[in-house]
Each structure stands twice: as C-alpha cells, then as structure tokens.
Nanobody, 126 residues
Framework: QVHLVESGGGLVQAGGSLRLSCAGS????????MGWFRQAPGREREFVAA????????YYTDSVKGRFTISRENAKNAMYLQMSSLRPEDTAVYYC???????????????????WGQGTQVTVSS
C-alpha cells in the first residue's frame, strides 16, 4: 500500500524560506512523476510543481517560478520542495502526490495523481 508523508511545514515571515519533504513507501516511485499541490481555505487544490521520472524534468505554476525548486531522491523514495521568498499568498496546506501511471510526462493536474499524503501546513505572515 502506497503511503506518503509530508513534513517541513510551519510558520514563517514573508520573505523567508522553508523546505518541504515527502517520504514515500509501499512502492518504488522512480518511474512515476511526483508533484506538490496546495490548498488554501475555501479554494480548490491547485498545482504547484511537478518532477518527472527519469531525467527529472520540472514544471511550476507561474506564481512560484524562480522562488520554489522541486527535486527528488529516488534512492530514498523522497521528494522535496525548497521554497524561498515566501509570500502570504503561499499560505496553504501543501500535499505531495504520485502519478497513477508510470512514465508520463508533463503531469500537472490533480486528477492525474492517484496517491496523496496527509498534507503539511505552511503559513506565511506579512
């Protein structure tokens, strides 16, 4: 059974940094795209960043480009999100996800991800 656990969230002032981690078990994820999504109160879950299997091509939503960096460590079945220059509008619960189907590229929609963690809260104060 696939199990994902996020960690690293917290409270930070605007302009600060956080590093989120996602630890996976129950399957080897090296052949699957992985991604980060976030959900703010009253809003739908939205795409933040994704990284493909293999060469690790990355994708970002426009609002985080240049501020966030996604990476993965296949040997540890892990994924990370380095967040810098945080803004109050980045406040949300952040979820890690794994694609339902292996070897896909450009996977950036919620529907494509079949496995989710429980989320970690990120709060950015102004």
């Amino acid at each position: 059974q696939v199990h994902l656990v996020e960690s690293g969230g917290g409270l930070v002032q605007a302009g600060g940094s956080l590093r989120l981690s996602c630890a996976g078990s129950g399957r080897t994820f090296s052949n699957y795209a992985m991604g980060w999504f976030r959900q703010a109160p009253g809003r739908e879950r939205e795409f933040v960043a994704a990284i493909t299997w293999g060469d690790g091509i990355t994708y970002y939503t426009d609002s985080v480009k240049g501020r966030f960096t996604i990476s993965r460590e296949n040997a540890k079945n892990a994924m990370y999100l380095q967040m810098s220059s945080l803004r109050p509008e980045d406040t949300a619960v952040y979820y890690c996800g794994v694609d339902r189907i292996p070897y896909r590229m450009a996977v950036t929609t919620t529907a494509a991800f079949g496995y989710w963690g429980q989320g970690t809260q990120v709060t950015v104060s102004s």
